[in-house]
């Protein structure tokens, strides 16, 4: 077995006394569902810095087009939508976090309407779709298949009407730093004016995900997993780092960005073909297209090395043209650019990768494992997805834990000594005079390699192969000392992707969105249980 990454505590060198300082109450990495609720809920009574990377609409949420799960109407029950969210993630999703997610949606949904989020109605009330692996429909969505956008404009607006909370955009977070407890006490990142340092007494990482460890994802470039890795350097314990999961459908142009086309279209009536016209997933399943996300995702696989082809299609030919356009209009416009006529045409689709369901473990009241360092969102993992996400419950997911931790984050901070003088920070990464290199040679090369590898299906060898090529890679770029996001980016990426590669290692069994073709079995006795990994062992 492959042993740890290559470990340094942080990225660049560190002088406090010579940096630029900021000091706030609560500081919240990432402003995507998760870090906008927490910091709604943080600033309360407190003062807030929300910091992400991009611009505000960079992020994965901005992208979510489905909808979020809950249970919304009297036919329904919070039973039914538990049993559901159990039942995909295949026996490792801890009940007592799925019922704290699933009972607190409602209410948090409502609240959503009422700050003014125009979700699609039916007779006044939210209207409720279907999705695969939900046996009721109970999905709300907003302008169609807009809901990440809609959603994130109402909590920017209502972050922008309070006085006490401030964004900073294009803020690169480079590292937690730590005191010699071990507690969290703030953050090093790089804005515009340069390097920064911003004290907090309580830090709410809220990340996102990590699809852009692959060649093929529905994720924007935003999505590297840099929370991962810097938790994982500040010590923080991850979980779960095996399951990513893939989404079945994307749209497949060559050329074009991997546009997710929703699972909703499934859940309306929309099927597979293959390359020959057959619909092929009453062969894989007995839900057909509205079987679980991995298991179409599979199937799609199976059935494109079958018929020797590089994707398979999506058919929404019975779909009323007008519906659809009114619908899922993001969809209609970008097959539209294509020229695609979905009254005739077949949309081209293959899986690619999509969440993350691992991350900093948290506690239900998104603590992590280190003093003052809190989790939310996809960057976290909760136990609400165990081995498998069930589609729309990561928007739910955020808005919970982003007001969890938001309400637990700050808790004990007194407001009157946040500013607190902190001794100087000084840190020196050892001298390296190696040879530059061309981190998005890099950064492509681990990409295609988790693909061909790390991807839908896995087995020992390649595995092993992976780890080994990630820690020659790393021999040479984890010594570098960067002065921009893309070496930083490439960095973490290297350490997330061999967390992963060897999660997925020594998980030999099949659960959930991991697949090994050399142990295609589950196996309870061995392995229901959370891998768990941090550099401290
Ligand atoms: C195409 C697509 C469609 C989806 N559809 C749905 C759906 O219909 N329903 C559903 O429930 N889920 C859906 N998902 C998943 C869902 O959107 C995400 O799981 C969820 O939005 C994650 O929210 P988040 O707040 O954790 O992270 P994100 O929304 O990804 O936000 C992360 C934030 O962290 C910031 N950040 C990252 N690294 C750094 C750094 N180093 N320094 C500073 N800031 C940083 C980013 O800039 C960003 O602001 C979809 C995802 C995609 C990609």
Redesign the pocket.
Known sequence: MIGQPEFRRYLVNIDSGSMHQLFTDCLV???????LRAAIEAARDHNVVV????ALH????????????SVLDKADTFESHIADTLNTGCGLSDEKIVDLVVRHGPELIEQLLRWGTEFDLTDGHIAATLEGGHTHPRIAHAHGDE??RVVAEVLIEKIRQNPKIKIIEN???IDILTNDENQCIGII?QDSQGLQIIFSAAIIL????A?QLYRET???E???G??IA?GYRAGAVLADMEFMQFHPTTLYIAGASRA?I?ETLRGEGATLLDKNGYRFMKDYHESAELAPRDIVSRAILSQMLKTESTHVYLDVRKFDKTYFEKRFPAINELCESFDIDISRDLIPVRPSA??MVGGVKTDSSARTSIENLYA????AATGLHGANRL??????E?LVFGRIAGHQAPLNVRTDVAHIKHPPIKYQVPYSNRTRLDTTDVRNSLRALMWRNVGITRSDQPLEESQEIIRFWQRYVMDKIFDAPAGWECQNMLTVCLLMARSAQQRRESRGVHFRSDFPQTDDEQFKKHIEISHQG
């Open positions: 990495i990432g402003a995507g569902i998760a870090g910091v992400c990377k991009g960079d992020s994965n949420t901005w992208k979510a087009q489905g909808g979020i799960a809901t990440g803020f690169y977070t990142g809220a990340t996102g995900g699809g529905t994720n924007p935003v999505a590297t840099d929370g810097i997710l929703t999509h969440y939310c969102g996809e960057v589609g729309s419950n990561s928007l739910l955020g």
